[in-house]
């Protein structure tokens, strides 16, 4: 089932049997949901299996990053599962890129290809020690243009950086974002956030949404409500 909602809930959790109770109790024609490496390492292909045969499409956010053929490769066996989305570093080259690309190519159904440009966990101190010769905000942009040049339909970025991506790269090129909090709602430890609201109106494509909605006492009101927040219809 195809959600209308820009909104992926992201289901971080150690095992299968909290993740497979919180999808339960939403509606998948009002979200998608993403697996990430805590939840696959833990729960593997069985429960994307499961979360699929419940109707949701799957963010399967397992960021390859390692030689062209066994990102190929892996990426080849994430299409087989049926996920709707999976992602790779950029970081990991243009031969990489369009091997990846290429591995998904004349798929029937073949799922998106994001990249992840600059984790947004880094902040301006981690990137200097990292010695690369652009800013920070320059290399998340010239890694997004990699990543569009070499085929790959989008990429994460922190929603701060939506609109320069947006205006610099065009549509369509799906940024998907997480560090989204509803207005009023506790920011753990995320640092720099936008309202759902903001963060469309940034240009974001997707929002990645965690805990306001996997640790709300009524998960699908909260999802509801960030959904009536962007007029959605569900
Ligand atoms: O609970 P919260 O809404 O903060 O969860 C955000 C989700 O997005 C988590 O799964 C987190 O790992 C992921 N994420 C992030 N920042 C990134 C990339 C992914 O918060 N740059």
């Known amino acids: 089932m195809s959600a209308s909602s820009p909104v992926i809930v992201a289901l971080d959790y150690a095992q299968m049997t909290p993740a497979l109770e919180l999808a339960a109790s939403l509606d998948p024609s009002a979200c998608r949901l993403k697996v990430g490496k805590e939840l696959f390492t833990?729960?593997?292909?069985?429960?994307?299996?499961?979360?699929?045969?419940m109707g949701f499409e799957v963010f399967l956010d397992l960021k390859f990053h390692d030689i062209p053929n066994t990102v190929a490769g892996a990426l080849r066996s994430a299409a087989a599962l049926?996920?709707?989305m999976v992602n790779v570093h950029v970081s990991?080259?243009?031969?990489?890129?369009?091997?990846?690309?290429?591995?998904?190519?004349?798929?029937?159904?073949?799922?998106?290809?994001?990249?992840?440009?600059?984790?947004?966990?880094?902040?301006?101190?981690?990137?200097?020690?990292?010695?690369c010769a652009n800013s920070l905000p320059e290399q998340v942009l010239r890694l997004a243009s990699l990543a569009k040049d070499c085929g790959l339909?989008?990429?994460v970025c922190s929603a701060q950086e939506a609109s320069t991506l947006r205006e610099q790269l065009g549509s369509p090129?799906?940024?998907?974002?997480?560090?989204?909090?509803?207005?009023?709602?506790?920011?753990d430890d995320?640092?720099?956030v936008l309202t759902p609201?903001?963060?469309?109106?940034?240009?974001?494509?997707?929002?990645?949404?965690?805990?306001?909605?996997?640790?709300?006492?009524?998960?699908a009101a909260a999802l509801h409500a960030i959904n009536e927040s962007l007029c959605v219809s569900r």
């Open 42 to 53: 833990a729960a593997g292909p069985v429960l994307v299996e499961r979360l699929q045969s």
């Open 82 to 84: 049926g996920v709707w």
């Open 92 to 131: 990991g080259g243009r031969r990489m890129l369009e091997a990846s690309a290429e591995a998904l190519s004349g798929l029937t159904a073949p799922p998106l290809l994001i990249g992840v440009t600059v984790l947004t966990s880094m902040d301006a101190k981690d990137f200097s020690e990292l010695a």
């Open 153 to 155: 339909q989008g990429v």
């Open 173 to 187: 090129f799906a940024l998907v974002t997480p560090g989204i909090r509803p207005a009023g709602a506790t920011q």
């Open 190 to 192: 995320q640092r720099r």
């Open 197 to 219: 609201v903001e963060a469309m109106d940034a240009g974001s494509s997707y929002l990645v949404v965690g805990r306001p909605i996997t640790r709300a006492e009524d998960p």
